[in-house]
């Protein structure tokens, strides 16, 4: 089965501190992966995916993830968060048998002034 | 351009009443996706459908829950009966089909409170 995990359901950082949220998956074909931000009462919006090519993906609002598949994991960074990052945010894989995605539980992100 | 349009966007209902939810995709996107959540199980998805035609179910879960799309710019997601348990947040996505990545785009969702 596919599934992704995310290592803590909270993290807090300084505005301007480095933001990293982790993402391990698990899958038996080369993955489609995804993160996924949702903020106060919003739908979910599209930061960033790897389907192929280059393992360091760009996102919008200056996030990037770098796929490894050594380490099966699509961690996601910012080198410096603003306030206006405090969000939840959601890794996402693309199950290939049901061709829909499988999401993480989800990283509440706090930013501290 | 339009993104995904859900309604209501709070419903507030009591046990064994009927409730009906309601999504417009966006144009020309001919994949639906229906997704419910809660604290407890995070984002879970429900049913999906290409083409107007429900293609997993499998996340429906029990009876009480239904889903149609009667055309390509609606589609309803309905609990009947609805119980405290139902109480959660759903979510239509949809996304185009044709060369299909993943990628979709979300309404707002639909806030739902069963007392």
């Known amino acids: 089965a596919q599934s992704v995990t995310q290592l803590g359901s909270h993290v807090s950082v300084s505005e301007g501190a480095l933001v990293l949220l982790r993402c391990n998956y698990s899958s038996s074909v080369p993955p489609y992966l995804f993160w996924y931000v949702q903020y106060p009462n919003q739908g979910l919006q599209l930061l960033l995916k790897?389907?192929?090519?280059?393992?360091l993906v760009k996102g919008i609002n200056g996030f990037e993830a770098e796929f490894k598949k050594s380490e099966t994991s699509f961690h996601l960074t910012k080198p410096s968060a603003h306030m206006s990052d405090a969000a939840e945010y959601f890794c996402a894989l693309l199950d290939t048998g049901r061709r829909a995605l499988t999401f993480g539980s989800g990283t509440r992100l706090q930013v501290q002034p | 351009d339009a993104g995904v349009i859900q309604s209501p966007r709070h419903e507030v209902t009591e046990m064994g009443q009927e409730v009906t939810l309601r999504c417009k995709p966006i144009?020309?996107?001919?994949?639906l996706f229906w997704y419910r959540q809660t604290m407890m199980r995070g984002l879970e998805l429900l049913i999906y459908?290409?083409?107007?035609?429900?293609?997993?179910d499998s996340g429906m879960p029990e009876d009480r829950f239904s889903a149609k799309m009667p055309n390509a710019s609606f589609s309803t997601l309905k609990i009947q009966p609805s119980e405290p348990r139902d109480s959660a947040v759903y979510f239509c996505?949809?996304?185009?089909?044709?060369?299909?990545?993943?990628?979709?785009?979300f309404g707002e969702g639909s806030r739902l409170t069963v007392l």
């Open positions: 459908f290409n083409n107007n035609v429900p293609i997993d």
């Open positions: 996505a949809s996304s185009p089909m044709t060369g299909y990545t993943g990628e979709l785009f």
């Open positions: 790897y389907t192929t090519g280059a393992t």
């Open positions: 144009s020309g996107h001919n994949s």
